[in-house]
């Protein structure tokens, strides 16, 4: 999509840290962490937030999950992790591009 950061990411048209892509998403590290280990995944279509998500793109989330799995094992997340995805002016979303923030490598405080 025109003027969307994360799809010019993708394109490769603006540069990242990429830690794993595949033909349906792209992860790279996030440029401000706010853990030691803090990456996001995003799919290669464009969908702006988690409230678009549709019976159709069911499968795609659940195979970036798969892939979440998959990498927090090869990076050495051993103590667990957490996955959050910010929807809408509420959740503080900065990016209108479905991501997935990763975080891990210290013990998470509790969020409310
Ligand atoms: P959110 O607030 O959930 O929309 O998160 C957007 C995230 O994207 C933030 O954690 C930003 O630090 C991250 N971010 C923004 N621009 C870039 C970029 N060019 N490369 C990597 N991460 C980015
Ligand atoms: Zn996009």
Do not use: W
């Not at 195979?63 to 809408?88: M, Q, S, W």
Request: aromatic letters at 10%; hydrophobic letters at 45%; charged letters at 20%.
């Amino acid at each position: 999509m025109n003027n969307c950061i994360f799809c010019k990411i993708i394109a490769g048209e603006i540069p990242s840290k990429k830690v794993y892509e595949d033909d349906r998403c792209y992860a790279f590290y996030d440029i401000q962490p706010l853990a030691p280990q803090h990456f996001l995944v995003v799919p290669k279509q464009h969908i702006a937030a988690a409230n678009e998500i549709t019976e159709d793109s069911a499968a795609l989330v659940g195979h970036i999950f798969a892939v979440i799995a998959k990498l927090t094992a090869e990076l050495g997340f051993a103590d667990g992790f957490r996955v959050v995805t910010n929807c809408g002016e509420d959740a503080g979303q900065t990016v209108k591009h479905l991501h997935f923030h990763v975080l891990g490598g210290k013990t998470l405080g509790s969020f409310n």
